[in-house]
């Protein structure tokens, strides 16, 4: 029996041992998260392991709740102690659950402790961790994972003077123009920071694409998307215009084609500048009013959409001519036709299958995914791990990818079904080098 969280977790063969040890020591890319630049600028430190842990974490949170703990411990106004020792508590009834795996990765990688957190180590490990924070702020906790870049996500209109590079760790932004896609209130906000009156469509891609040339100049090499599903339909240029021009009393169905329109034009601005666009789907934001109203968004009441339909994707893509298509990565949180949204990037250039995502960050949900790609896409093109994450500890993700990598790859090693020089090549690129090309640092 291996020892708790030791070396040999998720790594069930002598291959896949050997196959970490390639990569388990690669820098990190994280080129999608929701962390703070400004956080990172300041070099922040952390009050205590909730700070760290809890302030921000919608993943613990949900958690929390599915266990039936009392909103006050999550996002109320509970002291640090007390939302530690509740978040403890739950921790043996999340066996298989990710957040199993995370949390005792960090608290080994970060704090040096080896034991299950529960109700009865709770004070104990609060104390040892909360000594240990006192000479670790965030540029630390980055460089102790061998962070180099990060890829914040950033509202078109955002003030982005906390991006640089900090200590080796370069910092910059992801163009995220969800709110865009609805011109009805956002045009007065946009109007208020390009300083000037926006009176068409086409005026608003012109200041949008004002914005995006701001994120280049301060680092920005990949964008952004979230929705529930692709568009049905797309707007004319002069459909558009005359969307644009009635959009305060705009239908559902005409607002879904002004997406559709500005998604294409969008699309054809990072071509030009050599920009990834990331495309996450099948998900349902917010679904709980009375939390929203309490809590806000992105505070783990989103949730699982119905499976993305090929035939829109197909048509998004097909709108796209080949050699005018930007590098794409498509994102699916209901992973239940996987293998069809897969065998679409191999009908169009340039398109790859993301990593699994969110809901899917789990054991199987990884392994699952892996599996997809290597059958119907190509695994080593595969761009590799991001967190996702509002927690600067979210960087143990990178390590949990990691060994289930080398774990299917080592399969296959096993079974005598590939060569092991070819999967050392394809871990090392999976873990980093893919990343690094397609960003082109």
Same mark, same amino acid.
């Given at each position: $029996?291996?020892?708790?969280?030791?070396?040999?977790?998720?790594?069930?063969?002598?291959?896949?041992?050997?196959?970490?040890?390639?990569?388990?020591?690669?820098?990190?890319?994280?080129y999608?998260?929701?962390?703070? !630049?400004?956080?990172?600028?300041?070099?922040?430190?952390?009050?205590?392991?909730?700070?760290?842990?809890?302030?921000?974490?919608h993943?613990?949170?949900?958690?929390?709740?599915?266990?039936?703990?009392?909103?006050k411990?999550i996002?109320?106004?509970a002291?640090?102690?007390?939302?530690?020792?509740?978040?403890?508590?739950? $921790?043996?009834?999340?066996?298989?659950?990710?957040?199993?795996?995370?949390?005792?990765?960090?608290?080994?990688?970060?704090?040096?402790?080896?034991?299950?957190?529960?109700?009865?180590s709770?004070?104990?490990?609060?104390?040892?961790?909360?000594?240990?924070?006192?000479?670790?702020?965030?540029?630390?906790?980055?460089?102790?994972?061998?962070?180099?870049?990060? !890829?914040?996500? +950033?509202?078109?209109?955002?003030?982005?003077?906390?991006?640089?590079?900090?200590?080796?760790?370069?910092?910059?932004?992801?163009?995220?123009?969800?709110?865009? @896609?609805d011109?009805?209130?956002?045009?007065?906000?946009?109007?208020?920071?390009?300083?000037?009156?926006?009176s068409?469509?086409?005026?608003?891609?012109?200041?949008?694409?004002?914005?995006?040339?701001?994120?280049?100049?301060?680092?920005?090499?990949?964008?952004?998307?979230?929705?529930?599903?692709?568009?049905?339909?797309?707007?004319?240029?002069?459909?558009?215009?005359?969307? @644009?021009?009635?959009?305060d009393?705009?239908?559902?169905?005409?607002m879904?084609?002004?997406?559709?329109?500005?998604?294409? *034009?969008?699309?054809?601005?990072?071509?030009?500048?050599?920009?990834?666009?990331?495309?996450?789907?099948?998900?349902?934001?917010?679904?709980?009013s009375? $939390?929203?109203?309490?809590?806000?968004? +992105? /505070?783990?009441?989103?949730?699982?959409?119905?499976?993305?339909?090929?035939?829109?994707?197909?048509?998004?893509?097909?709108?796209?001519?080949?050699?005018?298509?930007?590098?794409?990565?498509?994102? &699916?949180?209901?992973?239940?036709?996987?293998?069809?949204? &897969?065998?679409?990037?191999?009908?169009?250039?340039?398109?790859? &299958?993301?990593?699994?995502?969110?809901?899917?960050?789990?054991?199987?949900?990884?392994?699952?995914n892996? *599996?997809?790609?290597?059958?119907?896409?190509?695994?080593?093109?595969?761009?590799?791990?991001?967190?996702? /994450?509002?927690?600067? !500890?979210?960087?143990?993700?990178?390590?949990?990818?990691?060994?289930?990598?080398?774990?299917?790859?080592?399969?296959?090693?096993?079974?005598?079904?590939?060569?092991? *020089?070819?999967?050392?090549?394809?871990?090392?690129?999976?873990?980093?080098?893919?990343?690094?090309? $397609?960003?082109?640092?």
């Open positions: $029996m291996k020892t708790f969280f030791g070396d040999g977790v998720l790594l069930d063969s002598a291959v896949a041992e050997r196959l970490y040890g390639q990569v388990k020591d690669l820098p990190i890319i994280d999608h998260c929701h962390l703070d !630049a400004k956080a990172i600028a300041d070099d922040t430190g952390f009050g205590d392991i909730s700070e760290l842990w809890l302030q921000h974490d993943y613990k949170w949900r958690a929390m709740r599915l266990c039936g703990v009392d909103e411990f996002t109320g106004d002291d640090g102690y007390g939302k530690f020792v509740k978040y403890a508590e739950i $921790m043996p009834k999340l066996i298989g659950n990710p957040l199993y795996y995370w949390t005792h990765f960090e608290l080994k990688r970060i704090f040096g402790i080896t034991e299950p957190l529960d109700a009865n709770a004070k104990r490990i609060y104390t040892i961790a909360n000594e240990k924070l006192k000479d670790i702020s965030v540029l630390k906790l980055l460089k102790s994972f061998d962070v180099r870049y990060i !890829a914040t996500t +950033d509202d078109p209109c955002d003030n982005l003077t906390s991006h640089g590079t900090y200590d080796g760790i370069t910092v910059a932004p992801t163009f995220r123009p969800d709110k865009a @896609f011109p009805t209130g956002y045009t007065v906000k946009l109007e208020s920071v390009i300083g000037r009156r926006i068409t469509a086409e005026d608003y891609v012109r200041a949008l694409t004002e914005r995006l040339d701001m994120f280049t100049a301060r680092g920005c090499r990949i964008t952004d998307h979230g929705f529930e599903k692709f568009p049905e339909s797309y707007a004319t240029d002069a459909e558009a215009e005359e969307i @644009f021009a009635n959009r009393s705009v239908t559902d169905s005409g879904e084609k002004f997406f559709g329109w500005l998604l294409l *034009k969008l699309a054809e601005k990072y071509a030009e500048r050599r920009l990834v666009m990331q495309l996450h789907f099948a998900v349902i934001r917010n679904c709980n009375t $939390m929203f109203a309490r809590c806000g968004a +992105d /505070s783990g009441f989103d949730l699982i959409g119905a499976a993305q339909s090929v035939k829109p994707l197909v048509n998004f893509l097909d709108r796209i001519p080949d050699g005018k298509r930007p590098q794409m990565i498509l994102y &699916t949180l209901n992973d239940g036709n996987l293998a069809e949204l &897969t065998a679409v990037t191999g009908a169009f250039p340039n398109v790859r &299958t993301g990593a699994a995502w969110w809901f899917n960050d789990t054991v199987e949900g990884i392994r699952r892996l *599996k997809i790609t290597a059958e119907y896409g190509a695994l080593g093109t595969c761009p590799g791990m991001l967190t996702d /994450s509002r927690s600067f !500890a979210g960087y143990v993700r990178f390590d949990f990818f990691r060994r289930i990598l080398c774990g299917y790859i080592g399969e296959k090693v096993e079974s005598g079904e590939y060569d092991i *020089k070819s999967a050392e090549t394809l871990a090392r690129n999976i873990c980093f080098r893919n990343a690094k090309e $397609m960003l082109r640092l």
